[in-house]
């Protein structure tokens, strides 16, 4: 057995090989590019987050590297207690840092060439966007946790068991070492779209702390250097648990001992010497689960679904790429779908009734499409009409949680996919009906007391449903269009985020929903009703203030309530005086651009520059945490052609650049507003970064275009 003053020594010695290790590739590094070499990661706006998060010394150059590695070597004491390992850990996590910032210069792929097949594009750091992607994941516990992968299984068929179970469960995971290839070995996606992320070996297990450094970073408004503010942080969130597994060395016990300074534990197969609550032994991999479960008590939310292919969270972002597909409906096919969810008496319908009319996959050929059309019919005691919608959009989100299935769209412009590994595992069309009626029961049972889906591939059968969900789709479209912020008297919070970012409260009206996108006022009014103490609290919006600026009486008095009094006035219709606060899982940043008096808007897949020279990274890191940045919005992207889009700034004319991508995906909508408000060329006037990135040639742009931002008062 290990002891715990053996492990201690352990963690020391490879503390001092760590820094070491870096101080030979450092003094390479600034001999062969010089001290004045930028250094950083893609991707990020923290610089080097390790030492962002640790240290008030900023980091921008390899000049700037020598002297921290000198604080934390002379930290170091051989002497083997808890203590001295936890400093070793800290210059071990400085060192990693080190190394991977040098492997990173002049390369965003450095190991491209070095990462076992199929994971090159993974490897490594993993960028700002996807924490954002996750983070309302995170703060509802849909993922419950993370857990961290280092060394090698005695057993690779049970690591994949375990991989499976924590999948199914909702988990967030990160692989290293050896665990990598092991898991390739039995088949096994892994990747960023899957939350399965292949960190790589030795150093490259930083990236894994660095995920959860930025996570305090970006959500809990934790400021560089505040050594106490971002351990107590860590320490809660997000729930990090390391799982070591095989023979421990010098260097893994010095990274776990670097995880452990940072609040998070460490569950091991090996015989130690525990430490309790930190430093765990479970040498039976049946329980290496629950016990990592039980040791941060995360929140399962999830219940098993009887279908034959894992399911979770993990596969929400997964593709399923065109030569990787075995069937699919509507999309570019122009095969009819249509995806309905409708209230009805008690009397129509059967709990639990699942019915399939048609050939389902098993009766195609490879690489076919075909007709699909969903009805989930649903009754319940307190089910209203307005909800239907609301439930629908769940649908979305409830079939990509199954590992192989793919969906994008609503209603009848569905796109849905099966891989022909989900086939090849027994993924059919007929288990859509068993995942919503589980779902739906899981996530809305104060609602719903009864559920039956019919799923559909047959022409004749969709034709005769096809008439009433189209009715219902007119019927939603009207009565929403007549939600407006001046006809409710209510609006409703969403303090969702707020165990990530403690000071943050989303405002939601008719006309504004929520900055992750996820959460509309009708969606914000229906968890009131299921979940009457949730986050989603009605506001009576009082007495008017600013009829233009959007402030009320009531309002502000929420905001006060829900900040902890760290805000006392909110105006809902600009972004220049006293805007609404951002957590960080915004998909969207709007930032003022003063040369062209407009504003820029970047949503968080694009990677580039932007006219505010700053990337989506870095602007996030100034907008997100919980504060008001005037100038400076977080915002779902629908807000954007919303009537009261920034109404009291000028509104959708304002809107001078953004990345191309994010204006093809909503061209529709975009040109739609754009006729309502009587130019309808203006989409056309927006530039992107395919025109400039330069505010100099924006602005002459602008003028070449005749850009109505030009003869907008000034935003300052």
């Not at 609006?491 to 405002?507: D, E, K, R």
């Not at 006035?569 to 998909?587: A, I």
């Not at 061209?667 to 754009?674: E, F, G, I, S």
Request: with cysteine.
């Amino acid at each position: 057995m290990i002891s715990q003053k053996e492990l201690f020594g352990m963690a020391i010695s490879g503390g001092i090989s760590a820094v070491g290790y870096a101080d030979v590739l450092l003094n390479k590094a600034i001999r062969t590019h010089g001290p004045d070499k930028e250094v950083g990661y893609p991707d990020t706006g923290y610089e080097l987050p390790c030492f962002y998060g640790w240290t008030t010394t900023e980091v921008k150059k390899l000049g700037d590297l020598p002297a921290l590695l000198g604080q934390v070597r002379e930290k170091i004491c051989h002497e083997p207690t808890y203590e001295n390992a936890l400093k070793a850990g800290e210059a071990t996590m400085w060192s990693a840092e080190i190394v991977e910032a040098i492997r990173y210069i002049d390369n965003d792929n450095p190991y491209e060439d070095d990462a076992p097949p199929g994971t090159q594009e993974h490897c490594g750091f993993v960028g700002d966007p996807i924490l954002r992607t996750l983070g309302i994941a995170f703060v509802d516990d849909t993922i419950p946790g993370a857990i961290v992968f280092i060394g090698k299984a005695k057993d690779s068929k049970a690591l994949a068991k375990i991989v499976r179970d924590l999948q199914n469960k909702g988990m967030l995971l990160m692989a290293t070492f050896d665990i990598i290839r092991q898991l390739e070995d039995e088949g096994i996606n892994q990747g960023t779209d899957i939350m399965l992320f292949p960190l790589g070996e030795f150093t490259q297990a930083i990236h894994g702390l660095s995920f959860a450094i930025r996570a305090a970073l970006a959500f809990g408004g934790i400021q560089r250097g505040d050594r106490e503010g971002i351990y107590n942080y860590l320490s809660k969130r997000p729930k990090v648990v390391i799982i070591q597994l095989g023979p421990i060395d010098q260097i893994k016990a010095a990274a776990e001992f670097a995880v452990l300074f940072n609040g998070s534990p460490t569950i091991t197969d090996q015989d130690v010497e525990e430490i309790p609550g930190k430093y765990v032994v479970q040498k039976d991999y049946e329980q290496i689960v629950s016990t990592a479960i039980e040791l941060r008590d995360m929140q399962i939310k999830l219940s098993e679904i009887d279908i034959p292919v894992a399911y979770g969270p993990a596969f929400e972002g997964e593709t399923v790429r065109r030569p990787d597909t075995y069937v699919e409906a509507g999309g570019p096919s122009k095969n009819k779908v249509f995806e309905h969810v409708k209230m009805r008496s008690a009397d129509e319908v059967e709990d639990g009734k699942i019915t399939f009319i048609g050939k389902d996959v098993d009766e195609m050929e490879d690489g076919s499409s075909t007709n699909l059309g969903i009805l989930v019919e649903i009754y319940g005691k307190k089910m209203q009409e307005d909800y239907e919608s609301v439930l629908e959009r769940r649908i979305h989100q409830f079939i990509n949680f199954a590992e192989g299935a793919w969906h994008t769209g609503q209603r009848n412009l569905i796109w849905i996919r099966l891989s022909k590994k989900g086939v090849e595992n027994g993924l059919r069309f007929k288990h859509f009906g068993d995942i919503l009626h589980a779902k739906l029961h899981e996530d809305f049972g104060a609602l719903l007391n009864r559920i039956q889906v019919t799923i559909m591939t047959d022409q004749a059968e969709i034709e005769k449903h096809f008439p009433e969900a189209m009715k219902s789709y007119g019927v939603r479209d009207e009565r929403v269009a007549g939600l407006l912020d001046e006809k409710v008297d209510t609006f409703y919070t969403c303090t969702l985020c707020q165990s990530f970012a403690p000071n943050h409260v989303c405002i939601i009206s008719p006309e504004r929903l929520g900055l992750c996108g996820a959460i509309n006022w009708l969606d914000a009014k229906a968890s009131k009703e299921i979940t009457p103490t949730g986050p989603n609290q009605p506001i009576v919006k009082g007495e008017v203030i600013e009829v233009e600026k959007g402030q009320w009486t009531g309002v502000n008095d929420a905001v006060k309530e829900h900040t902890h009094g760290k805000l006392d006035v909110f105006n809902l219709y600009t972004m220049m005086e006293e805007p609404m606060t951002s957590c960080g899982c915004f998909e969207c940043i709007v930032g003022l651009e003063p040369m062209t008096n407009g504003v820029v808007i970047v949503n968080r897949e694009h990677s580039g520059m932007t006219p505010l020279g700053m990337k989506f990274s870095t602007l996030a890191g100034t907008v997100g945490g919980g504060g008001q940045t005037p100038g400076f919005i977080g915002v779902g992207r629908y807000y954007l052609v919303s009537k009261k889009f920034i109404s009291a700034d000028g509104g959708f004319h304002r809107i001078v650049w953004m990345p191309k991508q994010l204006k093809e995906e909503m061209k529709d909508r975009l040109n739609a507003r754009a006729e309502e408000v009587g130019t309808p060329d203006f989409v056309d006037k927006i530039a992107d970064e395919t025109i400039t990135t330069d505010p100099a040639e924006l602005a002459e742009y602008l003028t070449k275009v005749d850009h109505p931002a030009l003869k907008l008062p000034p935003m300052m």
